[in-house]
């Protein structure tokens, strides 16, 4: 290698997404020469394959769903609607198109970022190649995301991932998804409600197992009703080309051998780190188990000055914990360096509709703490404001530790769900008693103004 040829930067970060872009930013700031590489659209998951284009449908299937469930609120729909996927994905294209535009246009205005095109791939702790060009610095900052993991199985059939399905002109007539998580249900309610016949099948015994049993056990009736046809405990499942231009998928339950069938298959079974891509093995990076890199609370690997943010790290795999890891990283080089991944309260939604709103630990979580627990459940079909709407699917719950008076967990799996768990959220991180937001007076008619009467409801948790 000729030194000469060698660029040298103040840092290089590797992904343009929640973390990078605002990072690149920040630091260009600071006068700080920066290589933001990226081999595929800015913006990363969120902008291109995650949030803005998935919540754009959920949007249009939801308005679908509003046309359909009229006549239950007095209103007569002469027609059914029509649904135009071409129109719909138009919709989502230009949402996602000026999302990088503004990116593009932050990140040309300064001449301290050179944007690299391509994939980098590590040379040594301090260097990386992208294409023909060798890059070289001292703080090299990851943000790399994420992509669809495809099991064993499924090589010798046409399949769809979160990222294809969004490219489709044309209403699927039978879709099948393998996999009952969080990416695999939302899917299934956008098409079923724009007009897809939808199977889901997962290999374990409930849905998104992450969460309490009760809860999932109300997702999954929240989508049979309307008309998702769910199979858990699918074992062995494996994809079969059909002569008929169908795709079939095997699968073991119950002690037999089972085979559907439909047009088109979605493989939702999780998601795998980036970050074998780079090479890591070059710089001596560590990743763990699952292929992600190994950071401490300053998001720094085991390689002095190699950073992991975002998707990549494990540590939480949506948009606000990766800009959360961006905010990290600026407090740790320009700030107080008080802030860490110790600070973070796990907080995410599920969006189906209605949607799941989820702040801090699960019940099963907060009994495996061995403290003494407050408990309090009650069913959105309480609330004047659910009933007014005719939305009254669901339930809201909190989990309290008796001894600090601090809520350890909510959740709020209802209309408004993903939007009212910030109320709980704000109290968890303000340490507030629980016994501050019984006394608070929240507006009527809410569904937010059920928090209180919950929290009147709170008994010591039975063991």
């Known amino acids: 290698m000729i030194e000469d040829s060698v660029e040298t930067f103040d840092a290089i970060i590797i992904g343009s997404g ?10 260009a700031k600071e006068k700080w020469k920066v290589a933001l590489v990226e081999k595929a659209a800015l913006g990363g998951t969120c902008v291109n394959t995650g949030c803005t284009p998935t919540k754009a449908y959920v949007a249009s299937a939801r308005a679908a769903w509003a046309v359909s469930n009229a006549p239950n609120l007095g209103i007569e729909v002469l027609t059914s609607p029509k649904i135009n996927l071409k129109a719909i994905k138009k919709r989502k294209d230009k949402l996602v198109n000026e999302s990088r535009i503004g990116i593009r246009k932050a990140l040309n205005d300064s001449s301290q970022i050179s944007m690299i095109r391509g994939t980098a791939t590590f040379i040594d702790k301090t260097k990386v190649k992208v294409g023909t060009r060798i890059l070289k610095s001292s703080k090299i900052f990851m943000n790399v995301g994420a992509r669809a993991r495809i099991p064993e199985g499924f090589e010798d059939v046409d399949y769809l991932t979160n990222t294809s399905i969004l490219q489709l002109d044309k209403i699927p007539d039978d879709l099948i998804i393998v996999g009952g998580s969080y990416i695999g249900l939302e899917f299934a309610q956008i098409f079923k409600r724009l007009g897809s016949k ?123 914990t990766s800009y959360n890891d961006f905010e990290i990283m600026q407090d740790q080089l320009f700030g107080g360096k008080k802030r860490t991944l110790n600070d973070r309260i796990i907080n995410y939604a599920l969006y189906i509709d209605p949607p799941l709103g989820r702040a801090g630990m699960t019940l099963k979580e907060a009994k495996e703490t061995g403290k003494k627990l407050l408990f309090a459940r009650m069913s959105m079909s309480n609330i004047s404001r659910a009933k007014e709407k005719g939305e009254t699917q669901g339930q809201m719950e909190v989990i309290v530790d008796a001894d600090s008076e601090q809520i350890l967990g909510a959740a709020v799996l209802g209309t408004g769900g993903d939007e009212i768990i910030g109320t709980f959220l704000t109290a968890m991180y303000g340490k507030i008693s629980y016994k501050a937001l019984i006394n608070s007076v929240q507006t009527h008619p809410t569904v937010t103004e059920l928090i209180p009467t919950l929290l009147q409801q709170l008994k010591p948790l039975d063991e």
């Open 198 to 320: 939808v199977t889901v099948l997962e290999m374990g015994n409930a849905l998104i197992s992450r969460e309490d049993k009760h809860t999932s056990e109300t997702v999954r009736e929240i989508l049979e009703n309307e008309g998702v046809k769910v199979i858990c405990g699918a074992k062995c499942l494996k994809g079969k080309a059909k002569k008929s231009g169908k795709i079939g998928v095997t699968f073991h339950k119950d002690g037999k051998d089972k085979e559907i069938y439909g047009t088109h298959l979605l493989i939702a079974t999780g998601r795998l780190p980036n970050s074998d891509l780079l090479k890591p093995e070059n710089a001596g990076l560590q990743l763990n188990e699952k292929g992600y890199f190994q950071v401490n609370e300053k998001l720094e690997t085991n390689i002095t000055g190699i950073y992991a943010l975002g998707d990549c790290n494990g540590k939480g795999a949506f948009t606000h």
């Open 18 to 27: 929640q973390a990078g872009n605002p990072l690149a930013l920040a630091l």
